[in-house]
């Protein structure tokens, strides 16, 4: 249930210091032909006619100061009250919330949302409430000033934090559209579908992946060349007709600016050319394959891979449920062992002239991070097989040996290969063993500084 929060109502009125600057006769012609406070009073009832006057409502994209874009739909009301509609999580898309809304004389004319909605989810100070930092959430208001006009668009931002705010004009397809709930359709599919590709006019495969915390799309395809693996991300915002891109990307002649969604047969489609392509969903792990594969870059092109911290909740593609068990198992042995550690990133650094791996596990206690670090020399084959020696650890990684053993194990009796693998939000290189195939794990390829 939406809680509800009371914020003090203030009288459309102008500020008195403004009001005693213009009224004041110092001897000067006016400038304006009214006064100060009959301009803003008529500010406020043209801006309160505008916003009551769209039958079908108003959309809206709101853009936070941590950069998330959100998706709104308003109905405002003579009587105060504003019903909407927000892509905010499926709750928010799939039925209209109601709230209070007034307009104020601030330094500009204001819209304030006063009663506590689905405007303020954004705003609200309680990280848990919207996964921003505690304090500051996502850097929103629920009060905006009037920036400008264009034709039916409205441009507005915030009083507080400076978030942005634009208001277009909705028609009746799109108020129909969202009653009907087809927001929290077109969310629950990026939400929950994992191994989306399409197919390129050349027949190469481009993987896709989104985030609907982050607000974020990914998408990856092998270069036209064949000898590398393209990685794109750009911030999306949803909109009537499907999700759209902040950057487009331009991939085999097209420019791909947004994802389209079919309604019928609830998919999202991307348009090449005249034509319009499905998005699908592959339940294999992609395997990119260019003409210089990860096992030759590895040491030299890129340092090595990460395995991201939080890998049990949100894995990558590529990590298989063996290697998910025992990264859980790990992490449950280091929190309840002696020293009470909290697992973050795992990197694999390879050095090339060497022949070594270096595995850097590191770990916090309270705020306090530690490097658990562990040292491999390895064998390579002439086609990317790589065998493991273990040679030691440093003091903090000797002491917790055996809580770690689960992750590190297979390195002492596996033979593994390095590959690209699709479906992340940048480069994601992955282990596969020979040995055990249930067992693979995968992380962010590092880039040299």
């Known amino acids: 249930m939406i809680k509800r929060m009371y914020i003090r109502s203030l009288n459309i009125v102008a500020t008195a210091g403004l009001l005693l600057l213009l009224s004041c006769d110092n001897g000067y012609d006016p400038v304006f032909d009214e006064s100060a406070d009959r301009r803003i009073s008529a500010a406020l009832k043209e801006y309160d006619a505008l916003l009551t006057s769209a039958p079908f409502g108003w959309k809206a994209t709101l853009r936070t100061g941590a950069g998330l874009n959100f998706f709104y739909h308003f109905t405002f009301n003579n009587d105060g009250t504003v019903s909407m509609i927000s892509d905010f999580n499926e709750t928010t898309a799939g039925g209209a919330g109601s709230g209070t809304w007034t307009l104020k004389a601030l330094q500009r004319p204001t ?47 915030g009083v507080q934090k ?9 028609t ?3 108020a129909a559209l969202l009653r009907g709930g087809e927001m929290k ?20 495969t481009a993987t ?41 990307f331009t991939v085999a002649g097209n420019s791909i600016q ?17 034509a319009a392509t499905e998005i699908r969903e592959v339940n294999e792990v992609h395997i990119f394959e260019p003409s210089v594969p990860l096992w030759q870059s590895i040491g030299t092109t890129y340092p090595g891979i990460q395995v991201p911290a939080g890998s ?123 040995e055990n195939p249930g067992f693979t794990f995968s992380g962010y390829v590092i880039r040299k500084n």
């Open 312 to 434: 049990n909740t949100y894995s990558l593609p590529g990590q298989s449920d063996d290697f998910l068990q025992a990264y859980q198992q790990t992490a449950d042995l280091l929190l309840n062992g002696q020293y009470r550690l909290r697992l973050n990133e795992i990197n694999y650094i390879f050095d090339r002239d060497k022949k070594t791996m270096t595995v850097e596990m590191y770990v916090t206690q309270n705020a306090t991070r530690f490097l658990c670090g562990y040292r491999y020399t390895y064998k390579m084959s002439d086609d990317g097989a790589l065998t493991f020696t273990y040679n030691g650890a440093n003091e903090n990684g000797s002491r917790v040996l055996l809580d770690v053993y689960s992750l590190l194990g297979y390195f002492d009796t596996d033979t593994f290969r390095l590959k690209y693998i699709g479906g992340g939000f940048d480069l994601v290189g992955g282990f596969f063993s020979d």
């Open 172 to 174: 009746e397809q799109d």
């Open 111 to 157: 819209l304030s949302f006063d009663t506590y909605s689905y405007i303020h989810l954004p705003a609200d100070p309680d990280g848990d409430v919207n996964g921003g930092a505690n304090g500051e959430g996502l850097i929103s208001d629920f009060e905006f000033a009037f920036a400008r006009t264009s034709g039916d668009t409205l441009y507005l931002e």
């Open 208 to 248: 896709i992946a989104f985030s609907a915390d982050a607000r974020i799309m990914g998408v990856q395809y092998l270069s036209a060349d064949g000898t590398r693996v393209e990685a794109f991300r750009s911030p999306f915002v949803f909109t009537t007709t499907g999700i759209s891109l902040t950057t487009p």
């Open 258 to 274: 947004s994802f389209l969604w079919d309604r019928e047969n609830g998919i999202y489609t991307v348009q090449q050319g005249s």
């Open 162 to 170: 400076n978030s942005r705010i634009a208001f277009f004009r909705a």
């Open 185 to 204: 359709n077109m969310l629950h599919y990026i939400s929950t579908k994992e191994g989306l590709q399409f197919t390129l006019p050349d027949n190469r």
